[in-house]
């Protein structure tokens, strides 16, 4: 019976031409993008997207004061492109019972001016090891990459000296476009 299947399976790849199988197999395969069935799609900002995640110690450079918990830089803007920045999520533990006060992200904006976004941190949530402070926004801001790139720099600012222990995870995301 095996052989059978086989012998029919190699008597219909040598009657059947490479244009009529082609035909047959496109016809079984055939993609219809209906509402009912509709076909997934990929948008043109969604192939340049972006998500960077970093984190820093409180003390860190380019301070080097336990005030403060830097990224420089947390993503870099090409030469040319804008990058489109849609959501924030970021944390920081610290041994301060007051926590993070905020996080700040500072880029250039279009035009090549400076901007720069202060979000607001938590309130502490206090734990017998460490302190919590966060912050999660989605949100749209542009940022320039100019003509020879540029820098978007994260920063978030303790409320007292932290230790160096202490630190930030932060997470950016979004996607580029080309600069008119």
């Known amino acids: 019976m095996v ?49 960077v995640n970093n984190f820093c110690h409180f003390g860190g450079p380019p301070d080097d004061t336990a005030f403060f918990c830097d990224i420089f830089p947390l993503f870099q803007v090409p030469a040319g492109k804008t990058a489109v920045i849609e959501s924030f999520t970021g944390y920081c533990t610290t041994d301060s019972p007051s926590g993070t006060q905020d996080f700040s992200l500072r880029f250039l904006g279009p035009g090549g001016s400076e901007a720069l976004i202060t979000i607001p941190a938590s309130t502490v949530v206090p734990s017998s090891i460490q302190n919590l402070s966060f912050a999660a926004l989605n949100f749209k801001s542009y940022a320039s990459g100019g003509a020879s790139g540029a820098p978007i720099n994260f920063q978030g600012e303790g409320t007292s000296n932290e230790s160096t222990t202490d630190l930030c995870q932060v997470s950016l995301s979004g996607h580029l476009v080309s600069t008119p």
């Open 3 to 51: 052989a059978g299947a086989v012998a029919l399976a190699g008597i219909l790849g040598v009657a059947i031409t490479p244009k009529a199988a082609h035909g047959i197999v496109a016809a079984m395969v055939q993609v219809v993008n209906t509402s009912a069935n509709p076909v997934p799609t990929l948008e043109a900002d969604a192939q340049t997207a972006f998500v």
